[in-house]
């Protein structure tokens, strides 16, 4: 124990050393020969919009100002793009910095949130920090058990956390099994619909013939559901730290008052604005995840491992023995991949859909490691 352990606050001691993916250097995934397939953290392997780019430069030449605290130009143009007013809209740097802040907003000693167990990790770590307990309902058949969230719900609870798709497994909540969860939700509660991966779902969704969301009929409607979308997956602005998240407009005033002044830098703003406007570079994602997610399934389950259906950028593999293992191998092989432990899942590992290139790295690695 060390000398500073009796002067944090409790519930800093209930977080648990959390390491994010193997962080690399840029030089490290250029597309040298020694280079690293950085498949573990689910980023886009298309880049940036290249407006994105140039909108980034631009804005360079303005950093001396800070940005503006409501980012209202993206606002405006989000709220409009989403048939919702500016007010309904709360632009955060990333989606994770706006859990943080919905936590801290409602949740505290005494009170709790729901979520599945084997979902996205920052809802424990947003959680415990607030001073709250996370309760974790067991995975159905792979996925989220509605039906066991909503029979958690107690009088205590204000947030349920509901990842559609499911980092890490890939599964999909349709939206009408999502409607009738709703309509059994108590008035304190609040469902925050987590739509990281929402542009590969509905792409998916359509391929499919399936309905994937309603979501933004709910704050239109005033329901208690906050929509998080971010420009960190399909629009490839992972490093820029950008999202948003879409709910009743009193209650988003809420959480901007408990958000960092100037939480959003001018660069993420311009970035944003520019991603959101180029529809082509979205549409080149998805079309390239879809077309690869599908070989890359196939090739796994060829080699014998189990793979579950993706509705997102990455693949949820039943490895079928000690995951760290796997992960350690690949890593001699310059692949890194997921292994899902510490979701509870020791022989699972999650693979981000790569490039075909790299997908055949990935594929050739877990082949000579296998055999
Ligand atoms: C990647 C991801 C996010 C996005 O996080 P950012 O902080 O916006 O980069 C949010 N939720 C889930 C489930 C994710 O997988």
Redesign the pocket.
């Known amino acids: 124990m060390g000398r500073f352990f009796d002067l944090v606050n409790d519930p800093v001691h209930a977080l648990s050393e959390y390491s994010s993916a193997m962080p690399v250097t840029a030089a490290q995934t250029d597309s040298t020969s020694a280079a690293l397939v950085k498949l573990n953290?689910?980023e886009s392997p298309y880049g940036p919009s290249p407006g994105a780019v140039a909108a980034m430069r631009a804005a360079l030449d303005s950093s001396n100002w800070y940005p503006d605290d409501h980012s209202i130009t993206l606002r405006q143009h989000l709220a409009k793009a989403h048939g919702v007013t500016p007010q309904q809209v709360l632009i955060?740097n990333?989606?994770?910095?706006?859990?943080g802040v919905i936590a801290r907003t409602l949740l505290g000693p005494g009170r709790n949130a729901i979520t599945s167990a084997c979902?996205?990790i920052?809802y424990p770590v947003v959680t415990r920090a607030a001073g709250a307990t996370l309760v974790e309902t067991p995975p159905l058949q792979g996925g989220y058990d509605l039906d066991a969230i909503a029979a958690a719900i107690e009088p205590d609870t204000r947030l349920v956390f509901l990842?559609n798709p499911?980092?890490?497994t890939g599964t999909l909540v349709d939206a009408a099994a999502l409607e009738r969860f709703l309509d059994q939700m108590p008035a304190q509660v609040i469902v925050v619909l987590?739509e990281?991966?929402y542009d590969y779902a509905h792409y998916f969704a359509a391929q499919r013939g399936i309905e994937y969301s309603r979501s933004l009929s709910y704050p239109r409607d005033e329901r208690n559901v906050v929509v998080?979308r971010?420009?960190?997956?399909a629009h490839g602005l992972?490093g820029i730290?950008?999202?948003y998240g879409i709910g009743p407009a009193e209650l988003m005033a809420y959480f901007e008052r408990v958000q960092d002044t100037f939480a959003v830098s001018s660069i993420a703003q311009a970035a944003a604005l520019a991603a959101a406007e180029d529809k082509a570079h979205i549409r080149f994602a998805v079309e390239n995840n879809a077309t690869q997610s599908h070989s890359l399934a196939a090739e796994i389950s060829k080699l014998g491992y189990p793979v579950i259906p993706t509705w997102t950028n990455f693949v949820c593999i039943d490895v079928g023995q000690d995951a760290r293992e796997v992960a350690r191998k690949l890593r001699g092989e310059r692949v890194l991949i997921r292994p899902l432990g510490a979701w509870g899942a020791p022989t699972s590992v999650r693979v981000t859909v790569g490039t075909a290139e790299q997908n055949q790295i990935f594929l050739h690695a877990l082949q000579k490691i296998s055999s």
Do not use: E, Q, W
């Open positions: 953290a689910n955060a990333g989606t994770t910095s706006l859990l979902s996205f920052s990842a499911n980092n890490p987590d990281a991966y998080l971010t420009f960190s997956k992972a730290r950008v999202g």
